[in-house]
């Protein structure tokens, strides 16, 4: 592959925190229409990493490519506006308006129309058509009208994906989706995500190993802040190494996820 071929990539990308390093001198390459998983135990830092790859947090050192070009040097708005596009672990939705509303909200955000402006959707009906297409799309007609804080927290995460997805992004960074979910919940996303990947790059950090097998096409094993092994589900899976990490015989901490 060259570098046309990947949609991010990092070279000697570093985070530290007061001496000590969350993310180190790590390579990393993500192929563009892929889908890839980035595991290991609490503290590897792959949230770090994907903070590093949105340019929610600056790098200490070591450069960040986006198709190709050099993008260290950009903010987070801008990679969103590049379409490299990340959720958050945390279901980031606003609690005080409805479904509705949270989509018609995601899909103004592009034209700088700010939420206290909702009212301009009703000349706007290419939005209200967009945001009706979401709901059927991930199952979300019936809460149309109710209020996003009182949705059970599955449909909070199937929202949240929504709402990512309706920014059209051609890179998405998905931060652990499925934690605190449900049996139901979790086959549900995963079909939603597999769905989502069809046509755009998906880079997923996840600790739900049936669900990185079945969704990730590569897996990145980190273990404190470093890469300690690469490849498909059953090469990684096999490595004695990735599995002491797992059952903690690296010593690593939990200060940076």
Known sequence: MNNADYALEAKGLSREFGGFFAVRSVDFRLARGSIHA????????KTT????????LAPSAGAILHDGEDVTPLAMAQMAQRGVVRSFQI??????????QNLELALLRPAG????????V????????RANALMHQFGLVEYADALAGNLPYGRKRV?????????EPKVLLLDEPMAGLGREDIGRITDLI???????TLLLVEHNMKVVAELAERITVMVRGEILAEGSYQEVSSRSDVMAAYTGQTGAGA???
């Open 113 to 120: 129309i700010a939420w206290n402006l909702l009212g301009l």
């Open 38 to 45: 980035v595991i290991g135990p609490n503290g590897a830092g």
């Open 159 to 167: 929202l949240e994906l929504a709402t990512t997805l309706s920014l």
């Open 91 to 100: 279901s980031a939705v606003f609690s005080g308006l409805s479904v509705r």
């Open 194 to 200: 597999r769905a989502a990947g069809k046509g755009r």
């Open 49 to 56: 990493l994907f903070n590093l790859l949105t340019k929610y």
């Open 255 to 257: 200060a940076h996820g």
């Open 122 to 129: 009703s000349r706007r009906p290419e939005v209200a058509e």
